[in-house]
């Protein structure tokens, strides 16, 4: 009874986040008088990058899968699992990194200009392509090679024995796969693009390359006009409803797909020319996605010896932000790893993170000044992001031990207490060791409502390094970065490492 | 006694008929082909599903609306009767202590007592996995021991024994049976394990369930669709 008690505090409080911000949002929207060329031209703009991010990543992922599902090389296990990183690197270190090669004083036009090459710009929709193919293409490419590796390894013995060339094996097998799942990718990285904020925020701006998001976060912080913050809200609120529906039909999304490293013996693909190109797409793509972060590495080590106090503040109060927002993020997901809980969490993807702050500002602006509860409201919003992931990883595990233990339960007349304490918690670690990490590691990173909120007294990290960004100071910036780098991935580890210990 | 008074159940587009009474104290087989309703029947009793009509009985008062736990039975599972993860002491704690599930002042050495009496002393600091399956086996009915409940049903709780091993585990239910004066019902479909350890049988066909019989002389002289099952 308890239990049923605290899965509908749960729901109830879920969709008491949604509902009120959404409705804080619609009564605030009216105000406001008309949409302006600059909203246009913000909603163009973010229709644009998301289709062309799209695009581009599914379009590159396609021959980098097949290439990873046809070779065995060394260090391939290591590129696959590197291709599930992106998804816990925060968007301000690869932000960095991506400058640090493509930017202004970058590797790549200290390379060229020597040979009169012309000045490569970042800043703009191409920077904003680069940065969502970086982080996309590792998705996209995760997804086809699902499916590679789904193909039954008796097709492949077949289509050998049957001598089938190169024609023959795309009629037969791989048109038919990328026909399968290349419009779920599409819709899904699509659905992530059209709330980017943080990549518009530090690749964009100007009139010409500003999201519907940046557009809300201008509102909110250079004019102050909630009015228009709220109108734009609405209309990203409708567009990545809509796109998340569709998505939501045509996609599933890996979160821990396991066994991706897995190799299905092969025939086909050994003439010379299939060889070469599949070496260089993998070339190229481990060079564009590891050099990045090679690059903050490289750079931030002699920053992070110099970092101010006020880094490490920031850095304290991420830390603080992320472990709150992991708590929160389990204690919703434990109760809701149901089919209608795991419904409700989906409003996470579809709802973007700004819109709900925008909202959460409207609701407690008349009591108190919110930008004193920036950190709070941050580390809700994060739980509730992360929500839909960790439900996904989650409720299956959850619903094997109701089903493998509940009549045993049931027959010793367990109290929710004792299940929960000696029955699910432990035999849950392992997921739930896993969840944890990516929670608190997306909530590390995370540069979103926080940016809407904060003031210079509770930045966190990720802002702080943005704001060093904006006052030039590189090295800091880059020391931050790779701070902000490690304790991600240490919070990660330690979570997951913390649920496999003993399991 | 134990009175099924007119049960009907459904589960799925499956439906189980029952209408019968055993002795207290009896030990009674249920006999009958694979998807005969077996199973069904116990959880009937068991009160894992709850009849469309009719009323689960013992000794005249009406079990039906009660919850799992909170009946006079006690249940030894096909598989998974010891939570893996958790050592024996605390998997008994658990049946002990359901609402805490630590350990209370002498709850150990009742522990230890039960094992004790199933041939396992010793053994409360193991987990199920350093243990055989006959050892599991036998742990589960130290469960059952310090449960404490009249009834018990046992769903082939010792199929994944070897033959000789179930027939020890067997001798051992009825022993600990009669030592505690347990109402005992065994679900097999080996008609052996019928006549070593039940003076009644049940038998399930078709989701009806009959009257409780002598072992002996249903066994000597099936009716029909018995004697197509028993080959």
Excluded at chain 1, 189 to 205: D, H, P, Q, R
Excluded at chain 1, 246 to 263: E, Y
Excluded at chain 1, 282 to 303: K, Y
Excluded at chain 2, 3 to 9: N, Q, S
């Amino acid at each position: 009874m308890a239990a049923r008690v605290v899965a509908i505090i749960a729901g109830l409080s879920v969709a008491g986040l949604v509902i009120g911000p959404v409705i804080a949002v619609l009564l605030r929207a009216e105000t406001f008088s008309g949409f302006g060329p600059a909203d246009w031209q913000a909603l163009r703009f973010t229709l644009v990058q998301a289709l062309l991010s799209a695009a581009l990543s599914v379009l590159f992922a396609i021959p980098l899968a097949r290439a990873l599902a046809r070779r065995r090389f060394v260090g391939r296990g290591l590129l696959v699992a590197l291709l599930g990183a992106p998804f816990i690197l925060p968007v301000i270190v690869a932000v960095l990194g991506l400058l640090a090669v493509f930017g202004q004083s970058g590797l790549l036009n200290r390379v060229l200009s020597p040979l009169g090459a012309p000045q490569l710009q970042i800043y703009g929709l191409q920077g904003v392509l680069v940065a969502h193919v970086f982080f996309n293409l590792p998705l996209a490419t995760r997804l086809f090679l699902q499916g590679w590796l789904a193909v039954p390894g008796e097709q492949f013995r077949l289509a050998a024995s049957l001598g089938m060339g190169p024609r023959a094996m795309w009629r037969a097998i791989e048109w038919p796969l990328l026909k399968r799942i290349a419009p779920g990718a599409f819709a899904v990285i699509f659905v992530i693009c059209l709330s980017s904020f943080a990549v518009a925020l530090t690749l964009g701006g100007g009139p010409r390359a500003t999201t519907l998001e940046l557009a809300i976060y201008q509102s909110v912080r250079f004019d102050f006009d909630l009015g228009r913050a709220a109108a734009l809200g609405l209309v990203q609120l409708a567009l990545a409803l809509a796109a998340g529906l569709v998505a939501l039909r045509v996609a599933s999304v890996p979160v821990a797909a396991r066994g991706l490293d897995r190799m299905v013996p092969r025939w086909d693909g050994q003439g010379k020319g299939a060889r070469m190109l599949d070496g260089v797409w993998i070339v190229v793509a481990a060079v564009f996605l590891l050099i990045p972060l090679a690059m903050v590495v490289l750079n931030g080590a002699s920053g992070i010896l110099t970092l101010g106090g006020s880094v490490w503040v920031s850095a304290a109060h991420s830390l603080a932000v992320a472990l709150g927002s992991t708590v929160l993020c389990l204690a919703w997901a434990l109760p809701l790893t149901t089919r209608w809980g795991e419904w409700l969490g989906l409003s996470g993807i579809a709802l973007s993170p700004l819109v709900l702050g925008i909202g959460l500002f409207l609701i407690v602006r008349p009591f108190t000044n919110p930008f004193e509860l920036a950190l709070y409201v941050t580390a809700t919003v994060n739980a509730f992001v992360s929500l839909p992931f960790v439900l996904r990883i989650l409720r299956p595990e959850a619903e094997a031990i109701r089903a493998d233990y509940g009549r045993l339960g049931g027959a010793l007349g367990l109290s929710d207490w004792a299940w929960l304490r000696w029955v699910l918690l432990p035999r849950l670690k392992r997921p739930l060791g896993f969840a944890a990490g990516l929670t608190a590691a997306l909530s590390m990173g995370d540069l979103g409502v926080i940016a809407l909120f904060a003031d210079p007294d509770r930045a966190t990290l990720p802002l702080k390094i943005y704001q060093l960004m904006g006052a030039y100071r590189m090295e800091q910036a880059a020391g931050g970065a790779l701070l902000l780098l490690l304790l991600s991935l240490s919070l990660f580890w330690a979570f997951d490492r913390g649920g496999r210990v003993g399991a | 006694m134990l009175e099924l008074d007119a049960i009907e159940a459904r589960s799925g587009s499956f439906t189980l008929t029952a209408d019968f009474g055993i002795e207290a104290g009896a030990r009674v087989a249920i006999i009958g082909a694979s998807g005969s309703g077996k199973s069904t029947l116990l959880d009937v009793i068991a009160g894992f599903l709850k009849p469309r009509s009719g009323h689960v009985l013992w000794k005249d008062a009406d079990l039906t609306d009660l919850a799992p736990a909170r009946r006079p039975v006690s249940v030894l599972f096909q598989d998974t009767n010891l939570f893996p993860h958790l050592t024996i002491e605390r998997n008994l704690a658990l049946a002990l202590n359901p609402r805490s599930g630590t350990l209370r002042k002498g709850d150990a050495a009742r522990i230890e007592d039960a094992l004790a009496r199933v041939g396992l002393a010793g053994f409360a600091p193991r987990r199920p996995s350093e243990m055989s399956g006959g050892q599991q086996s036998r742990a589960a009915l130290a469960r059952v021991l310090l449960q404490d409940r009249p009834v018990l049903l046992l769903d082939e709780p010792f199929a994944a024994l070897g033959p000789a091993l179930k027939v020890d585990m067997l001798d051992m239910v009825a022993k600990v049976a009669d030592a505690e004066a347990l109402t005992v019902l065994l679900v097999t479909h080996d008609p052996a394990d019928a006549r070593r350890f039940a003076d009644q049988t049940l038998l399930v066909e078709n989701g009806i369930v009959g009257t409780p019989q002598p072992t002996q002389a249903l066994l000597d002289d099936p009716p029909e669709s018995l004697r197509t099952y028993l080959g």
